[in-house]
Each structure stands twice: as C-alpha cells, then as structure tokens.
C-alpha cells in the first residue's frame, strides 16, 4: 500500500512537472497567454470536417463573449505606480525601474474613463469572426427564404458594442437581409443568469451589516499613503527586480515583500494586448516564462472553480445556466419548423455565461474531464484557450432533401466532439440525438435542487 502511495505521489508529480513545462512552452510562444482570461482573442486557420452527403448549412445559433475590454476599474496597479513613486523618490531607479513606471502609468492612464469598455482589438476581434461565420458557412446567408438575422445582447454596453460590430461586419456581406437587436432586463436570465445559487441544504448567505455611519469609497478619494509591505515573497523576485533598482537591497527593505509590487505590474503587463494602439509590451520586455507562470496559475484555477465543471462548484454553475442551453433547444426548433425565415440567432454575453455554457454541455474540458479546481492548471486546462476575450459557441445546423437535420458544435470556432452521444459522422449529430442529451443534461443538473425539496 505504502509503494502505491509513494507511484502515485511521483506520478502526481511527473504530471504537474509537464504540466508546468507545458505552461513555460506556451508562455514563450505567446506570452500574452499568462493574462487568463483577459487574454485577446486567438484564432487558427481551420479545416472544417467534410458534411455527410446532401446535407447543407441553414441555420446558425450563436453566443459569443464580448470582445477584448479595457479592465472593470484603473486601479488595478496601484500597488505598482505606489511602489514606484516612493522608490523614486529615494533615488533608487534605474533608467529600466524609470521605463517600467511610465509603461505601468501608460497602462492606468489608458483606462480612465474607459473602465470595463470595449476596445478596439475587441471591435476587430468580432468583426473577423462575422466574417469568418460568413465565409464557413454561406449557404446559410444566401438562403432566400430565411433572411431574418435576431441579435440578442447582455445589457453591458462592451456586448452591445460587440453586438453592433459582429452585425454591422455581417450586414456588409448581406444588406438585403432582415436584421433585428434586444438588449433588456428580461433576456439577462438566459444570456447572464446569476451563478449566485445556493446548493440544496446550504443555508442563505447573510450580507454583513455595514458598521454605523459607513460610506463605500470613491473613485475620487485622495491615494492613500505608500506602506512598505511584509512578510515573506512567494516567489524569488530578485532576477525581475534587480535590474529596476540602483541598490537592491534598499530598495527591497523600502517595499517589504515585493509580491504585491509584482502582481500589479503583472496585471497590467496583461492589459497591454486588449488596448495594443498603446504599442506597450510589458510581458514580453520584462517577465521570462517562469515568472509568468508562477502569477498565472492560481488565477486559471480560480476561474476553473468560479465558471467551469470543477468538482467545488460544477453542480452549481450547470444548475444555474440551464436557460442559456434551453434557449438555444428552443430557437433551434423554431428555426426547424417549415415555414421559418430565421438564418441565425445572435447572443452577446460575458465568460461567466459562455463556460458554464460549454460546463453543461460537457465539453469546457477537452478531455471531457471533472477536477478538482487546484489541478486545473496541472492537468492542462488554460483558461486562455478556454474562455479568452471574443470566446464563442457556435451550433451549425445542416439538411438535406429529406429534412434530416444534423448539428454540429464548434467551441471557439474549433469542432468538439460531445461526451455520451453518438454522431452520425466526425462532429455531426442528429439533432434529435443532441436534443435529448441537452435535455438530459438539463435534467441532471435540476437532479440535486429537485430533490432536496422533496
């Protein structure tokens, strides 16, 4: 028994070693990658699997992330542009520690006033992927009976800006069609239910009372003063650090523990791709691979743990975003029906509908796995191929003569084979096969909470 302990702590420990090897290989292709899911938008050329015979594309349904934004507030390197300002102020510097200060500073002073906004990457990234969706799949555009196109948006603006550059790219390859856009309270249950559901048995959670007298803070509060930091840094600092400063050594006992010095010039390091007009690369000129992966693993596990399958929290995410799944079973059949004009539904969203989306379907892994949220990162599950800015799912629905429809599922515009259903060929399933699963998965997911009433 001690021996089997003993294969199976090394073998954990092989895994997570390729894991993290893996990790270093993918940061030193694209560094950008270490920004989780703030990371831009990847797309490679893709080779779609040829359709069984006679059947034709003619109906699209559709939910896509908004595309790159700019971070929810511009305080996100505080920490950073404090740390540099009061090592500046002792002389401590170098020209490098000078140069990084005004690229973190470029960054912070880029998002004001822009804070959770869409940026122009992200305009770009939803117009490329209009006009990929045309290009894959014209047979479904040049359909003269179905000619009607329905947008439906988050009531953010970033998605209702993303809505109007997805649609507007569309428009210019077919004008003549019928374009209609919702953005209202009642979608928000489906295109971004809350994820705020209690498990059966779990007692409601009760917002601490706020101390007498209590005002949240503004925006526009004085900056607070620097304080030097303490404790022990997580990670080894000083090869990143060196360089900055004229004397390492008064530099670190001025900041104390640098890890949250850092991590916030790590946080906007992974800004600088969504707003790239800046033309400032703070990856690439100061982190290695190394230092890249040590801040991005916790950050993918979270996400994992928050939005995806995980073992922690998958049961809760899947229960809560049954609606979105529904949805699409429902404007599929409506589309199917003779006598329907509709050639694509449209849906504009955020990451926190989109994974637990792809968590029910079973597929937000590629190896269709469940696990625990701290291997995540270990096991190879990258929330930057997962849930990056534009992500999207895309169900392509196909005929032929004898009205046989067949669907197929693309998870970031990639084909993706579902768990537990037999296609008919490659990634093609009968609808009718995929339909009963969906609602089969619906089911399961409504298993737990159902029971616990009874």
């Given amino acids: 028994m001690k021996k089997l302990f003993v294969f199976s702590l ?4 092989c895994l997570s070693l390729g894991a993290q090897e893996d990790a270093v290989r993918l940061f030193t292709e694209n560094p950008d990658r270490a ?86 990457r992200g305009a770009r990234e939803h117009k490329l992927l209009a006009q990929r969706m045309y290009e894959r799949f014209t047979p479904v555009f040049k359909d003269k009976d179905r000619m009607e196109i329905n947008s439906f948006s988050s009531t953010n603006f970033r998605c209702i800006v993303s809505m109007c550059n997805f649609t507007n790219s569309l428009t210019v390859k077919c004008p003549d069609h019928d374009f209609s856009f919702t953005s209202a ?18 007692a409601p959670r009760e917002r601490p009372a706020m101390p007498a ?39 670190l006992a001025a900041l104390g523990n640098p890890e949250s010095f850092v991590r916030a010039i790590y946080t906007a390091g992974g800004l600088c791709q969504v707003i790239d ?13 190394q230092e890249l992966v040590y801040f991005w693993a916790s950050g993918n596990d979270n996400i994992y743990r928050m939005w995806g399958g995980s073992v922690e929290n998958g049961d809760v995410i899947r229960y809560a975003i049954r609606p979105l799944l529904q949805d699409f079973i429902d404007k599929a059949d409506a589309a199917i029906k003779p006598g329907s004009h509709r050639a694509a539904d449209l849906r504009f969203g955020h990451d926190t509908s989109l994974l637990p989306l792809f968590a029910l379907m079973g597929v937000d892994d ?26 999207n799912c895309q169900m392509i629905f196909y005929r032929n003569k004898k009205g046989e429809v067949l669907t197929k599922v ?44 009874m």
């Fill in 10 to 13: 090394l073998m954990a420990l």
């Fill in 35 to 120: 920004a989780n899911n703030m990371h831009s938008y990847e797309f490679d050329p893709i080779v779609d699997t040829k359709a069984p015979k006679g059947f034709k594309p003619f109906y699209i349904s559709h939910y896509g992330r908004h595309g790159s934004r700019y971070e929810q507030n511009s305080t996100f390197a505080r920490a950073a542009l404090e740390g540099f300002a009061y090592l500046d102020s002792l002389n401590l510097l170098t020209d490098a520690g000078k140069a990084l200060y005004s690229d973190v500073n470029a960054v912070v002073e880029a998002h004001k006033g822009m804070e959770g906004s869409l940026t122009p």
């Fill in 185 to 202: 309270e009642r979608f928000m249950s489906y295109i971004n239910p809350s994820l705020s559901v209690r498990r059966p048995g779990e």
């Fill in 213 to 251: 007298g209590f005002r949240p803070p503004t925006a526009s509060a004085a900056p607070r003063a620097f304080t030097p930091a303490t404790g022990t840094p997580g990670y080894d600092f000083k090869r990143f650090l060196t360089p900055l400063f004229k004397d390492y050594d008064a530099a």
């Fill in 277 to 289: 007009f800046l033309g400032v690369d703070i990856y690439r000129k100061y982190f290695t691979p």
């Fill in 366 to 391: 590629p190896q269709h796995r469940i696990m625990p949220y701290q291997q995540a990162h270990n096991m190879g599950w990258y929330s930057f191929f997962q849930i990056g800015m534009a992500a």
């Fill in 410 to 453: 693309l998870y970031n515009e990639k084909e993706v084979l579902i768990p537990d259903v037999q296609p008919v060929s490659g990634p093609y399933y009968r609808w009718t096969d995929l339909k009963a699963h969906f609602l089969e998965q619906i089911k399961k997911a409504e298993e737990p909470w159902t029971r616990a009433q």
